[in-house]
């Protein structure tokens, strides 16, 4: 994954000399990285469920706080690239705008609870995210209020989020971080399984970008 500059197809538009805080843009189902995102959610994801929206969140903050942290992580340990992963995360549409505008926060209540530790969980496949996803007719907070023709209906959102799992360990319940009760940080994120992980626990949101939001019903 590339993130050594803004992505080329993110444009910015000014609004009374501020940058807007994020923008949510839907993306049309005839282009290409649609096509890319969907396939991803379906294969590498396994959700066999309709697709009804692929929306590209586009948050310049959040991106400068992910590729820096990306650069302070290869130069401490001395390597030339971070593992990476793109994983899914279900949640209610209420969080949404808080998620697109101020990252993920694990300090927030939450009903998913804590198995391998107290942090952000990710999963690799799209069906167990699913799982934390909740029905709703709310709409999303899409950029210049555009439509993507599901207004009313009962729908369920799932985040594509970039996650920088670098070197993992198996979590535990107390786990307040990778290394917990350590002063080293040799590792970057907690598994629930190291051969053959399928849930990802970060502590720190400055690895996570929110990239894309799945609207399925």
Not at 17 to 42: M, P
Not at 169 to 177: D, I, L, V
Request: charged fraction near 25%; glycine fraction near 6%.
């Amino acid at each position: 994954m590339d993130t050594s500059d803004t992505p080329w197809y993110w444009f910015y538009l000014e609004d009374c000399g501020r940058w807007h805080r994020f923008e949510l843009i839907c993306l049309n189902k005839d282009t290409s990285e649609y096509q890319t995102v969907a396939g991803f959610v379906k294969t590498d994801g396994l959700l066999d469920k309709p697709i009804m929206s692929i929306s590209r969140i586009q948050n310049l903050d959040l991106w400068e706080l992910y590729c820096r942290k990306k650069k302070q992580l290869m130069r401490i340990q001395d390597v030339k690239e971070i593992k990476e992963r793109r994983l899914f995360h279900g949640t209610k549409t209420q969080n949404v705008q808080n998620i697109c505008t101020y990252n993920f926060d694990f300090r927030l209540p939450g009903n998913n609870g804590h198995s391998f530790g107290k942090g952000t969980y990710f999963a690799a496949h799209a069906t167990y995210a699913d799982n934390y996803s909740r029905w709703s007719a709310d709409p999303l907070p899409l950029y210049e209020g555009a439509s993507q023709g599901v207004q009313g209906q009962q729908t369920k959102i799932i985040f594509v989020a970039r996650v920088m799992i670098g070197n993992s360990k198996m979590g535990q319940r107390h786990f307040q971080k990778p290394d917990h009760e350590s002063s080293t940080n040799d590792h970057d994120s907690c598994v629930d399984d190291i051969r053959h992980p399928k849930i990802f626990v970060v502590f720190d949101p400055n690895q996570i970008y929110p990239e894309y939001l799945i609207q399925y019903c």
